[in-house]
């Protein structure tokens, strides 16, 4: 009998690969599962920044009431252990989002951007934390009179990179949610945005 396909079947081997090759394809993770366990990261956000803001605003607090060096340098004290804090948390979202299988180009360069704003904020908290530590190795009133105006151009430029990295964050955030929910079709989606 002759074969009715126009086609000839495929070998033997190649049949006993096609459930393991349909499994594979099975198994790569969908760019929904993606956006949600991006988004599950990104909420690490907004918990981290309401620490910090907590934990800055008490210092500040210590800073407006200090009337001499000691108190000051325990406030810078507290401010370096707020941006340690943040240093630690970020590097754990920063290792959560290189866990994640994305498959999808988009996502993935959602991912290296937020990537790469993790790493620039966590260079910002350095030179913040690096302005407070002049405070902290005054030893004397004359010695901080002479590292002010260091300190506040240090601890100005870290303030202003902070702010230009938070706008950073919305950014990559308003288009990874503008992605997943039109794009793909999500809704209640929720990131890290205040």
Not at 21 to 49: G, M, W
Not at 76 to 86: H, I, L, M, N, S
Request: glycine content about 2%; proline content about 5%.
């Amino acid at each position: 009998m002759e074969n009715p396909f126009p086609f000839p079947f495929p070998p033997k081997p190649i049949l006993l690969l096609l459930p393991f090759l349909l499994s594979l394809i099975a198994c790569t993770p969908q760019p929904a599962s993606q956006c949600r366990q991006f988004a599950n990261i990104t909420q690490q956000s907004k918990s981290i920044r309401e620490s910090f803001d907590s934990d800055i605003a008490d210092a500040q607090v210590k800073i407006s009431a200090a009337q001499d060096l000691a108190t000051l340098q325990t406030a810078a004290q507290d401010y370096t252990a707020a941006f340690e804090r943040v240093i630690t948390q970020l590097d754990t979202m920063s290792q959560a989002f290189e866990q994640i299988n994305i498959a999808d180009e988009q996502l993935d360069d959602y991912r290296d951007r937020y990537i790469s704003f993790i790493a620039n904020t966590k260079t910002a908290l350095t030179e913040g934390s690096a302005a407070m530590q002049l405070v902290i190795d005054a030893k004397t009133e004359a010695d901080f009179s002479a590292i002010f105006a260091t300190f506040t151009s240090q601890s100005n430029a870290a303030y202003s990179n902070i702010q230009k990295l938070d706008q950073q964050e919305d950014d990559i955030l308003n288009q990874f949610n503008a992605y997943c929910t039109e794009t793909l079709g999500l809704a209640d989606l929720q990131t890290s945005q205040p």
